[in-house]
């Protein structure tokens, strides 16, 4: 029996509750009523101006030009222009939690989220607008659904006629993972839409793929007017979750995920394959530069490969915290981010990392480098300053006047 994921359902309420009144029987009732009333789904909630969403928890930065722009919680988008001394907070549709954020160009990027959201901006992140969503994605997946376990029963039946034993047993394996995929995805839809959305990548203005829990996969063409449902491509017949895309060569494309998955496709993601892995927990991020790739994950680990992906080998980072994301400064300076508030400095002709611990931090999500040079780092304190050898950097950090 193929191994089918348990789902693990995240739902997102606001409920305003009612004064109790006279009698525990009265106020029940009151309670419901208010909360039946009052609930708005965050899809559809614009996310509310604060002047601490600096300082609030985000999960992803990125540079669009000269820009940097970061997401979080609530829907949450801020953008800085002066290399992450202030900032101002950008007008989003939703107030659904953002896990990634991309720019293919200086203006034209797209930000994804929970309950399966992709947001859109054409002006450098000062303005998003709705492309998709959690309801459009469990539609697109139980007719993609349906499509493939049709096509595995034409398959089945070939084989039988055929009499071919190996065909016969991929068949039966298509069609038993078929079943299992339509099954749950009839199920998602039920649910609502639940599933988060954990990556986004786009090579231009038009090609991008959306990446996220569960083995979701969807890939557009046109810079997101359409997305097409792209999960039965990969052959994650266990849908497992797919943390992190990046690009591995000129028409390489590279995916890593939960229990050591690592996937790769070499013509822009028309079809992958599996490759093997060193290990066999968790990856939550990727970065590469040709064949020349890092993937990194649960308790520090952190593995290399100058070919491709045929090999790897462990870098020791001498840090048992989980790490989020990195960042090549050059071509021998990496620094990664992650989990209990750690950074670590690499550098490829020293054989020990240097390991930071920022003081009065928890877990942070996402670094990159502002035009002056310095780190900027988000997480769970919102955005955090550094400069190139980890340390602090003491100037204030505000919410400049203007935005929402």
Do not use: C
Not at 65 to 89: N, P
Not at 147 to 166: F, H, M, P, R, T
Not at 303 to 315: A, E, L, M, P, R
């Amino acid at each position: 029996m193929r191994f089918q994921s348990v789902r693990n359902r995240i739902v997102t309420a606001i409920l305003r509750l009612t004064t109790i009144k006279t009698s525990l029987l009265v106020g029940s009732l009151m309670f419901a009523l208010g909360a039946q009333a009052t609930w708005q789904d965050p899809l559809n909630t614009p996310s509310l101006a604060t002047n601490r969403a600096h300082e609030s928890l985000l999960l992803d930065i990125t540079r669009a030009g000269g820009r940097l722009v970061a997401v979080g919680a609530h829907g949450h988008v801020v953008f800085s222009d002066d290399s992450g001394k202030s900032w101002q907070q950008a007008k989003t549709p939703s107030s659904t939690t953002l896990t990634s954020v991309f720019f293919s160009t200086a203006t034209s990027g797209w930000a994804v989220g929970h309950d399966g959201l992709i947001l859109h901006s054409d002006d450098a992140g000062e303005n998003w607008v709705k492309q998709f969503d959690g309801y459009q994605a469990n539609d697109a997946m139980v007719k993609g659904a349906v499509v493939n376990k049709e096509q595995a029963a034409q398959e089945l039946k070939a084989a039988e006629e055929s009499g071919d034993l190996d065909a016969l047993d991929k068949a039966e394996l298509h069609l038993e993972n078929a079943t299992f995929a339509l099954n749950d995805a009839n199920y998602d839809k039920k649910s609502g839409s639940t599933k988060p959305f954990l990556d986004v990548w786009f090579y231009d203005a038009k090609l991008g793929f959306a990446v996220g829990a569960y083995g979701m996969a969807f890939h557009t063409k046109d810079g997101g007017k359409t997305w097409i449902d792209w999960s039965s491509k990969l052959g994650n017949g266990d849908r497992l979750h797919i943390n992190g895309i990046a690009m591995v060569g000129p028409r390489s494309l590279m995916l890593a995920g939960e229990q050591g998955m690592i996937l790769r496709s070499d013509d822009m993601g028309s079809s992958w394959r599996s490759l093997p892995s060193p290990y066999d927990g968790s990856y939550f991020g990727l970065m590469a530069k040709n064949d020349d790739i890092l993937v990194f994950g649960l308790r520090g680990n952190l593995y290399h490969s100058t070919d491709g992906g045929i090999q790897w080998q462990k870098v020791f980072t001498n840090s048992e915290q989980t790490l989020m994301a990195g960042i090549a400064k050059n071509n021998r300076a990496i620094t990664l981010v992650g989990n209990g508030g750690s950074i670590i400095l690499l550098d490829r002709n020293s054989a020990t990392p240097k390991s930071i611990i920022l003081p009065d931090r928890t877990n942070l999500g996402s670094v990159v480098q502002a035009p002056d040079g310095s780190l900027v780092i988000v997480g769970e304190a919102g955005v955090e300053r550094v400069d190139v050898n980890g340390a602090a950097i003491q100037d204030s950090i505000t919410m400049a006047k203007g935005g929402l």
